[in-house]
C-alpha cells in the first residue's frame, strides 16, 4: 500500500516530478511531463504498477530467491518464468519487492528540490535524490532522476528494487541491456517510450523486477540515474551525476536569491516558493495545480480528480504571489502562456487547459488501478473542463491588471484580450454557472461568481483611469455598480448578517471570505464581519479549519457528489487574512501557525486537512494550499509593520 500522502517528498525538473517517500520509494512519476502516463503508479496501486525503492537491504521474499530464471521481459537480466509440462515457458505470478524499512531524517539540501533521507542500522546512510532541471544550457532535453547513495558512517548493505511500468502500472517493458560505447547499460522499453539505468553497481532480474544490492562504506557515494528518452531514438547521453548535483544546486541557489521577501515567515514562503516553481512547465509557464491525479479528497471516496493541468485560476493567484516576492520572469512567461492558451477565442475562455495551451482534456477512467486506499475512480483528465465559471474572468484580469502594477512591460495582445473578455461579461455576468468549486451539479447563481465579475469591470476601469488606454469608461461604470448592487441585493441574507453561497440559498460558502480581500466591500463593513464570524459559526472544523461549504455525506448536495472532504485548506488561510484585515491579529496569527503545523516535515501541503482522520488528503502538493500560505504570511508581516517587504 502507498505511503500517507503527508510521507511524500517532491522532487521535479519543471517539466514533471517525482513522489518520494520515507522508506525510499519512488512510487509516483510521470515522463516526459506532468500529464503524461506514468512509468510508476504505485501511489495509486500496489508495487505491482510500478516503483523504484532504494534503502536499507532486507532479504529477498523467499518465493522470489527460490525462482527458476530465464531472459524475458520486465527486469535487467534474467526473469522469473518457468516450464510447464508441454514445455512452453510461463510469466510466474509477481510478488512484492521486499519493504524496507523509514528513513530516520529526511529534509531538502538548504533552499533546494535536492532532497536528502537517512537511515540509522548499524551505520548511518544517505540516499540523495533529485531531477536536474531540463532548461539549463548544459543538460539534455530529457527527463532524468538522479539518486546518489553515500555512506556517512560505519558499513551499510543497500538494495535498489526498480519496477517499471508503463502506461499507468498497465504495461510491462522489455528490459535489457546494450553495449554503448564500451558500456553496458540497461534499457526499458514499451512502445514510444524507453527508460535508461545507469549505474556502476551490478544488477539482476527477479519477478519482473531489476535489483542491485550493494554496499556502502562511510565516504563513499554510489549513484544510480534514470533517463528518459524516446524510443525509436538512440541511447541518451550517459549522465554525470555528480555534476548533475552540483548544476542542480546551482540553479536552485541562484533562483532562491531572487526572492524580496525576508520577514519573519521566511521559511515556509521560501519552501512554497520552491515547490509552485517546482510545478511550473519551464518549456511554456504554464502551472500546474498539483503533479498528481486522483489522491482523494475523501479516503475510500469519488472525489478523485486529476490536477495535472493549469487552471486559470490557481495559475493567476500562483503569477500574484510570485510577482510580490521578487520573480517577474515567471510572471511574464505565465502571460505568455496565457495569450496563447486563449489566442483567437477569449470569448470561449476554458477554466482549464493542458500545460502547453491544450483545449480537449476528455475524462476517464483506469479500471485496472485500485486507487489510493482503495479509493476510486482513477481519473485521468478533467471533464470540468468544460465548466462555465465565471470568477476566471475576474481572476485573469486581475492577474493582468497587478502585472501591469508590478511594473511588467506592456503587452498591446493582453490589453486587447483584457477588452475582449470584458465585453464579454458585459453580456454573460448575469448567468449561472458551476462556481469556483466546479459542482457537478444544477448551475446556480454564485456570489463569488458575481463578485469576481466585478473584480474584472473594476481592474479594467482602472486600468484606463491609469493608462492611455481607451474605452466605454462610463458604461463600464455603471456595469460595475450594476453587479455591486446586484450582489448586495441578491447573495446577502440581512436576518443572518452574512452572504451566502447562492442566490436565494441558505448555506454558507468559504469563497465568501474573499470580498474584503478583492476590494468588493471594506474590511469594517458589517456584513463583512457578519459573513467573517458565520463562516466561523458554521463551517469550522473541531480543529478550527474552514470548510468550502457544507457537503451532504451519503448524498449528493450542492456539489452534485456524494461523501464528505476535509477542510479546504486555501480556505482556511483566507480566513486567517480576514481575521488579519478586521484587526484580528492574533487570531490570524494563531491560526497561520496551527497551519504551519499541519505542513510535513518537508514543508509541503495537500489541497485538504482531514480533521477526523488528522492526516493530509487530496492531491499533492497543491499549489492552491502554498499560494495563499504565501499571502498570508505577507499580508500578517505588513499589518505588524515588520521588515521583509
Given at each position: ?54 534503502g536499507p ?48 531524517r ?9 532532497l ?54 498497465r ?63 538512440g ?13 542542480t ?25 520552491i ?35 493549469t ?13 510580490r ?49 482503495g ?18 474572468y475576474?481572476?485573469?484580469v486581475?492577474?493582468?491588471?497587478l ?16 477588452l ?57 461604470r ?76 451519503g ?19 483566507w ?52 499560494v ?18
Amino acid at each position: 500500500m502507498a505511503a500517507r500522502i503527508e510521507d511524500y517528498a517532491l522532487i521535479g525538473d519543471m517539466q514533471t516530478a517525482a513522489l518520494v517517500s520515507r522508506n525510499g520509494a519512488v512510487d509516483w512519476l510521470c515522463l516526459p511531463r506532468f500529464d503524461s502516463p506514468a512509468v510508476f503508479a504505485g501511489l495509486l496501486g500496489t508495487d505491482e504498477h510500478g516503483f523504484w525503492r532504494i534503502g536499507p537491504a532486507e532479504p529477498l521474499p523467499e518465493a522470489e530467491a527460490a525462482t527458476a530464471t530465464a531472459g524475458g521481459p520486465g527486469s535487467a537480466g534474467p526473469a522469473p518464468v518457468g516450464i510447464d509440462d508441454t514445455g512452453e515457458f510461463r510469466v510466474l505470478p509477481p510478488t512484492a519487492a521486499a519493504p524496507a524499512p523509514p528513513a530516520a531524517r529526511r529534509r531538502y539540501r538548504g533552499d533546494s528540490l535536492i532532497l536528502e533521507q537517512e537511515w540509522d542500522t548499524g551505520g548511518t546512510v544517505r540516499v540523495i535524490d533529485f531531477m536536474p532541471p531540463r532548461g539549463l544550457p548544459e543538460r539534455g532535453a530529457v527527463p532524468q532522476m538522479i539518486r546518489i547513495v553515500e555512506g556517512v558512517s560505519g558499513r551499510v548493505r543497500m538494495r535498489s528494487a526498480l519496477r517499471m511500468r508503463f502506461s499507468y502500472g498497465r504495461v510491462v517493458p522489455w528490459v535489457h541491456r546494450v553495449e554503448v560505447d564500451g558500456q553496458t547499460r540497461t534499457v526499458a522499453v514499451a512502445g514510444p517510450d524507453s527508460v535508461w539505468l545507469d549505474g556502476v553497481a551490478e544488477t539482476y532480474g527477479r519477478n519482473l523486477t531489476t535489483y542491485a544490492d550493494f554496499t556502502v562504506e562511510a565516504g563513499e557515494r554510489i549513484a544510480f540515474a534514470l533517463t528518459w528518452q524516446p524510443s525509436h531514438l538512440g541511447a541518451p547521453d550517459l549522465p554525470d551525476p555528480e555534476d548533475a548535483l552540483a548544476t542542480t544546486e546551482e540553479f536552485w541557489s541562484y533562483w532562491v536569491a531572487q526572492c524580496t521577501y525576508q520577514g519573519p515567515y521566511r521559511e515556509p514562503v521560501v519552501r512554497s516558493l520552491i515547490t509552485l516553481k517546482a510545478l511550473t512547465y519551464a518549456p511554456t509557464g504554464g502551472i500546474v495545480a498539483a503533479p498528481t491525479t486522483s489522491l482523494p479528497e475523501d479516503i475510500g471516496g469519488v472525489r478523485n480528480w486529476d490536477y495535472r493541468f493549469t487552471w486559470l485560476r490557481d495559475a493567476t493567484i500562483t503569477l500574484s504571489s510570485l510577482l510580490r516576492t521578487g520573480y517577474r520572469d515567471e510572471a511574464r512567461a505565465w502571460r505568455e502562456w496565457l495569450l496563447r492558451a486563449v489566442a483567437g477565442d477569449p470569448e470561449n475562455l476554458q477554466i482549464m487547459y493542458g500545460i502547453a495551451g491544450e483545449r480537449e482534456l476528455s475524462e476517464t477512467t483506469l479500471d485496472w488501478l485500485p486507487g489510493y486506499e482503495g479509493s476510486t475512480p482513477v481519473r485521468i483528465g478533467n471533464g470540468a473542463a468544460d465548466q462555465l465559471q465565471l470568477d476566471v474572468y475576474g481572476e485573469v484580469v486581475e492577474a493582468l491588471h497587478l502585472a501591469h502594477m508590478t511594473g511588467l512591460a506592456r503587452n498591446d495582445h493582453a490589453h486587447m484580450l483584457q477588452l475582449r473578455l470584458i465585453s464579454w461579461l458585459e453580456e454573460h455576468w448575469n448567468d449561472p454557472d458551476e462556481g469556483i468549486w466546479e459542482v457537478r451539479g444544477p448551475r446556480r447563481h454564485f456570489v463569488h461568481s458575481k463578485v469576481m465579475a466585478w473584480v474584472a469591470v473594476d481592474r479594467t476601469i482602472r486600468m484606463i483611469e491609469q493608462t492611455p488606454h481607451e474605452g466605454p469608461l462610463e458604461r463600464w461604470r455603471e456595469l460595475r455598480d450594476t453587479i455591486h448592487e446586484d450582489v448586495c441585493a441578491h447573495g446577502y441574507d440581512k436576518e443572518r448578517n452574512t452572504f451566502t453561497q447562492s442566490y436565494g440559498s441558505q448555506e454558507l460558502d468559504a469563497s465568501l471570505l474573499l470580498i474584503p480581500q478583492v476590494g468588493f466591500l471594506p474590511p469594517d463593513d458589517k456584513r463583512v464581519i457578519g459573513t467573517i464570524e458565520a463562516i466561523q459559526r458554521e463551517l469550522l472544523t473541531p480543529d478550527g479549519f474552514v470548510l468550502r461549504y457544507p457537503t451532504s455525506g451519503g448524498d449528493e448536495g450542492v456539489d452534485g457528489l456524494p461523501g464528505d472532504e476535509g477542510a479546504f485548506l486555501a480556505c482556511s488561510f483566507w480566513l486567517a487574512d480576514d481575521l488579519a484585515m478586521i484587526g484580528r491579529v492574533g487570531e490570524a496569527r494563531e491560526l497561520f501557525d496551527k497551519l504551519l503545523g499541519i505542513r510535513n516535515d518537508v514543508g509541503l501541503l495537500a489541497e485538504e486537512w482531514d480533521p477526523r482522520l488528522q492526516r493530509q488528503v487530496g492531491n499533492f502538493p497543491q499549489a492552491f494550499s502554498h499560494v495563499p500560505l504565501i499571502d498570508t504570511a505577507l499580508r500578517l508581516t505588513a499589518v505588524a509593520g515588520l521588515p521583509g517587504l
